[in-house]
Every structure is written in structure tokens, then in C-alpha cells.
């Protein structure tokens, strides 16, 4: 494996910076508007707060599209002081701070600041579910230009963009093979961080049931995994499958009225498999709230997911053997047999039946699995993996990845052959880390562009 990640160490020796990005949380149209024009910086940088405080955005941070605040990533500074990260939310009321529930959402917990258009009759204090004080500022729509332009770009390019638009391809593709050897060696160092706390085949265990997760499951997926070993299952082998769904606690009730004709054969026999183990692993079912069920597609739901986990431990002895042959093709071939009589033609318990066959792994997981599981795995090993997990090509993207591409490439008409790649788009997470998320002067100071013009 040619080793370039010393040189991005070495890249990194020198840094300290941080992010400043954009994405949509759709809601109404007003409140889109108002979010982007706050981004836009149409309200200016520089407020007086609620009490008085001088309160300044260092950066604004990236549009969230998910649950929780407006803009995440966020820095501000209050009379001068250091920059506090965290997050913002927007209202058009302040007291609608405490009326949607954010007084008591977790998720709101990092907020830095409270922003909001209209002031309540009573005085209102924004503060946290550790009752933490959240400073607050008003903003007047009316001091706002009329003109509106509705096409937002994804993220604003960074200034590293000009560097790396100067660069030869080639030197290009240097930088990002070494980010991204870096980024595997840390994988690799977690996993045996890993291995030598619980043995080389549970920590595969637990590293591939949290990618079978993704990032909305991850969590439930590797609390499942530590709380029921692989060893305790492979010696459980017929009741396996079972145990896991009543685990992760999709086996709540035993009426088979309230499921399809289709499926009430398949789960009277989980949950008379389940049952005799129910009372022993009682205190370690997970809660429902554990779980996101919404928001992924229906073939990734999951329950599907789950019925693969108890796949892989059914075959557990092929699948170490394709490890073995410290060949992609071979670990790709094992998943993509990955099958189920069931799951195949279902997407939950309760769902009705598809008409057609579904793969249970599909390709955008298998990559994944074989990025950031197998790959690592190996790499561990010591062997020299790199050919391969260079050759990996990308299937997905994501919201940080899009804003990393778009941070350091712009327009660039490069931009897309240089996230083709599985590796290459690890390399880029990895920048947009190391330099974007740790940058509290708004791309100012980020030491990132002077090193890419120095970059051999």
C-alpha cells in the first residue's frame, strides 16, 4: 500500500478550522425564506442580543434536514469572547421555542442561539433541557431587499477552491489518495482497538451489524450486537433469528391478528422460538424509541436489515472463509447471496407482500460494509489493500459529502470525476473534518489552502 497518510499528517500539523455550510430543512415557504436569507447574511453578522450582549456570527453554519435546529456546525461570539459552536434555530415567534418542544428536546441541547422575528406580549428566556440560557436575538423581515432569488446553492465554496482548481489532476488525486489511506489506518486502528477488547470475530460481528444500520440505525443495530454475542447466538443457532427481532423489540405482541395472512406463519414461529427466552433477556429489549423507522426507504427498513444480521450468523463459517481469500469480489459475492424466504418479498412485519424478489444487502450497503468493515479489516492485518479500495466505486452520497465537494471544488467540471470513487469520497469526509468542521473563522484562517498550493 503506498503510504500517503503521513504527508496528510503532517498537512494536519498545522491546522485549526471549521465549517460553514448549507442545506434545506423544507418546512413552510415562509420560514424557508427567512432561513435563507439569514444564511444569505441578508439580516448582516453583527446583533445586539435580547439583554443586550453583542453578538456576532463568526459562521453560520450548515443547513440542517434533519431533525433538530435550523443550522448546525454554527460558531457566534458573545462581546467578543472566543467563538461558541454549536447550533441555531430560527422562529417566527420566541415563544415558539417552548411551544414546538424545544425547551425539552435533547437534540436542541448544543444550541448557541436563538433567533426569532416576532417578541411574545410576556418576557420570554430560551433555555435548554438542562436549563441552560440560550442567547436570543430579534430579526426585522422589513430592513430586507425585495428581490429574492430561490436558487440556493448546496454549500459556498471554501477558499480552497482556487488552490485545488490550479492543481494538476494528478496532484489532486494525490491529495486525496493520502486523506484517505489516513482515514482507513484510523478505521483500521478502531477495529483493533476493538479486537482486542472483544476477539476478532465479535468485533466483525459488531462492526457489520452497525453498517447493516446505516446512520439512522447505527446505533440500535450495535447496542443489538453487544448485548447478544455472537458466540451466545452461533450456540443458540435455531432460535437466533428470533431472538434478535424480539431484542430489538418487534415482537411486542403475540396477536397474529394484526398481521397479514402472508406473514402470520413466519412470526408465530419467531415468537415461539422468542418467548422461552423472553423473560431471560427481558431487561435487555430495546425501547421502541431506540428505533427510526421513518425517513429511510422501505427496503432499508430495519426489520430487513435484522433478518440479514441473523443471515450472516447463520453463515457465519462461509463468511469467514470469503474474508479469507482477502479478495472484494469474493465478500461481494457472499452478500449479494445473502437470502430470505420471507424478507425477500417483504419490507416490514405488517407490510403487505411485494410481487417482486428484493435483494436483502444491496449493492450501496455492500460497498459500504466493504469500506468501512472489510477493507479497514484487512488493512489491520497488514495487508495491502489499497488497489482495492481505490477501485471501489461510489454508489451514494450524502449531505456532508455534497457539502465537502462543494466547499472544496465549487464548479469545478473535475468535481465529479474526483468523487467517483468510494476512497475518494472518504478522503474528502475526512478534509471536510479535519479542516472545514474545526474552522471558527468562516474559511478566513483555514491553514488548507496554503498547504495545497505547497502540496508535492
Known amino acids: 500500500m503506498k503510504n500517503g497518510a503521513p504527508s496528510y499528517e503532517d498537512l494536519l500539523a498545522s491546522t485549526r478550522v471549521r465549517e460553514r455550510a448549507l442545506f434545506l430543512p423544507l418546512r413552510t415557504p415562509n420560514e424557508l425564506e427567512l432561513q435563507a436569507r439569514w444564511f444569505a447574511g441578508d439580516f448582516g453578522k453583527n446583533f445586539v442580543g435580547a439583554t443586550g450582549d453583542k453578538i456576532d456570527i463568526v459562521q453560520f453554519g450548515t443547513w440542517n434536514r434533519e431533525s433538530g435546529p435550523d443550522f448546525s456546525d454554527a460558531a457566534i461570539s458573545v462581546n467578543g469572547s472566543e467563538p461558541l459552536r454549536g447550533c441555531i434555530e430560527i422562529d417566527l415567534v420566541d415563544r415558539n421555542w417552548d ?66 482548481g490550479n492543481l494538476p489532476e494528478e496532484r489532486v488525486r494525490s491529495v486525496l489518495n493520502a486523506a484517505a489511506q489516513f482515514r482507513m489506518q484510523k478505521k483500521a486502528a478502531r477495529i483493533r482497538a476493538k479486537i482486542d477488547n472483544h476477539g ?38 435455531a432460535d437466533a433469528e428470533a431472538i434478535l427481532f424480539g431484542l430489538a423489540g418487534f415482537l411486542e405482541s403475540p396477536d397474529l391478528a394484526v398481521y ?69 469480489a469474493a465478500v461481494e459475492k457472499f452478500f449479494a447471496r445473502v437470502d430470505h424466504p420471507f424478507w425477500k418479498f417483504h419490507y416490514t412485519l405488517t407490510a403487505p407482500a411485494s410481487p417482486e424478489a428484493m435483494a436483502l444487502v444491496g449493492q450501496s450497503r455492500i460497498a459500504d460494509i466493504l469500506a468501512n468493515v472489510v477493507l479497514p479489516f484487512w488493512r489491520e492485518e497488514d495487508v495491502d489493500c489499497w488497489p482495492q479500495y481505490a477501485k471501489l466505486p461510489a454508489r451514494l452520497t450524502n449531505r456532508r459529502l455534497e457539502t465537502a465537494a462543494t466547499r472544496l471544488f465549487g464548479n469545478d467540471p473535475r468535481r465529479r470525476e474526483f468523487t467517483k470513487t468510494i476512497a475518494h469520497q472518504q478522503a474528502l469526509l475526512q478534509i471536510y473534518e479535519d479542516f472545514c468542521l474545526q474552522d471558527n473563522s468562516d474559511c478566513a484562517h483555514c491553514p488548507f489552502p496554503e498547504q495545497m498550493a505547497k502540496w508535492t
Open 200 to 237: 476478532r470475530d465479535e468485533a466483525l460481528f459488531q462492526e457489520i451489524a452497525g453498517a447493516l444500520g446505516y446512520k439512522e440505525n447505527k446505533l440500535p443495530f450495535t447496542l443489538i450486537a453487544q448485548r447478544l454475542s455472537l458466540k451466545s447466538l452461533l450456540g443458540k443457532m
Open 260 to 328: 397479514k395472512k402472508s406473514a402470520k406463519n413466519y412470526v408465530r414461529e419467531l415468537w415461539d422460538r422468542w418467548w422461552p427466552h423472553r423473560d431471560e433477556l427481558q431487561r435487555l429489549i430495546l425501547p421502541h424509541k431506540a428505533w427510526r423507522l421513518s425517513g429511510t426507504r422501505p427496503v432499508n427498513h430495519p426489520q430487513r436489515r435484522l433478518a440479514a444480521l441473523s443471515i450472516l450468523v447463520r453463515e457465519w463459517p462461509a463468511f469467514r472463509r470469503s474474508l479469507g481469500k482477502q479478495d472484494a
Open 99 to 164: 411551544l414546538h418542544g424545544h425547551s425539552v428536546n435533547p437534540a436542541f441541547e448544543e444550541t448557541v442561539l436563538h433567533v426569532f422575528v416576532d417578541k411574545s406580549d410576556r418576557e420570554f428566556f430560551t433555555r435548554t433541557r438542562s436549563n441552560r440560557n440560550v442567547p436570543q436575538i430579534q430579526i426585522d423581515p422589513a430592513i430586507l431587499p425585495e428581490a429574492f432569488s430561490a436558487n440556493i446553492p448546496l454549500a459556498r465554496p471554501g477558499r480552497c477552491q482556487a488552490p485545488l
